[in-house]
């Protein structure tokens, strides 16, 4: 599942330490419904800087993203993350949270061999394997097996292992455009909730929208951002809702808890 998030998220928020916990929860929410992407598409706002929220928005899901160990040899000092010690943590597989998996940053390599840091007390060092292309700095996964630790490919790895992050600062029009997926949106004024369930796209890897901090979804298609026809539906994930908004950071654990159930259970009403 992609997710597709404004870069005004959040951005009526004075303090930016509730800022930083806002993309934080954003990225505990991504990890605990198995998000694969958070893509953040440009809402343009004469009240607010949001190219500037948009890159706060990508750094600190960046530095959430990377494992704790890694973050000192993979993220430069930068100012812009001070306040990251506020955002929760992932708990994910690829954080250390599976013995038999670490992530990796390289440290050294030649043609014989390559030197890991995987946040173990001391660095691997393993033989080069043939068929991969390593390079110093980047980063890696480990498997622990009987014959010592291995580097694999994570796509191979059941469960959940992390999410990536897209800020293209282009247009939701453009960027739905090129993505494969059913695209689905959520508004107040959307189709009623069980039409999607019966849609057919509850079980499907599906991109879902949401709107902006100022702006739903059919206020940014009436200002030309994008087109209705690019969606596959627009539903209500939230009826009889008791106020007169629901934030964005709000609507993405709900809207996603709903999903979650309906595909674990068929049921409306879990």
């Known amino acids: 599942m992609e997710l597709f998030i404004p870069s005004t998220y959040a951005i009526n928020e004075r303090d930016e330490r509730l800022l930083v916990q806002r993309i934080g929860n954003l990225a505990r929410t991504a990890a605990i419904f198995g998000v694969d992407t958070v893509t953040v598409y440009m809402d343009e706002d004469p009240k607010a800087d949001e190219k500037r929220n948009a890159e706060l928005m990508e750094k600190y899901l960046e530095y959430a993203e990377t494992p704790p160990y890694l973050r000192k040899a993979l993220i430069p000092h930068d100012p812009d993350l001070q306040y990251a010690n506020v955002m929760p943590p992932l708990q994910i597989i690829s954080h250390g949270y599976e013995d038999r998996f670490r992530e990796g940053a390289i440290i ?12 173990l007390d001391d660095p691997i060092t393993i033989p080069v394997p043939a068929d991969m292309r390593i390079e110093e700095g980047s980063r890696v996964t480990l498997m622990d097996t009987e014959e010592g630790w291995e580097l694999i490919d994570h796509q191979g790895i059941d469960g959940f292992w992390t ?46 929208v949401f709107g902006s901090a100022w702006r739903g979804i059919y206020e940014l298609i009436d200002r030309g951002d994008c087109s209705e026809d690019q969606f596959d539906g627009i539903y209500n994930v939230i009826p009889g809702q008791h106020t007169k908004t629901v934030r964005t950071s ?3 654990p709900i809207v996603l808890g709903v999903i979650n159930a309906f595909r674990h259970t068929g049921s409306e009403g879990a």
């Open 163 to 208: 999410f990536n992050i897209r800020n293209e600062r282009r247009s939701l029009g453009e960027l739905l455009e090129e993505t494969p997926r059913p695209v689905i949106g959520t508004s107040a004024k959307g189709e009623p909730l069980h039409r999607f369930s019966e849609s057919g796209h509850v079980d499907q890897d599906i991109a879902l």
């Open 108 to 119: 050294d390599t030649d043609d014989q061999s390559v030197t890991i840091n995987a946040g």
């Open 250 to 252: 709000e609507a993405v």
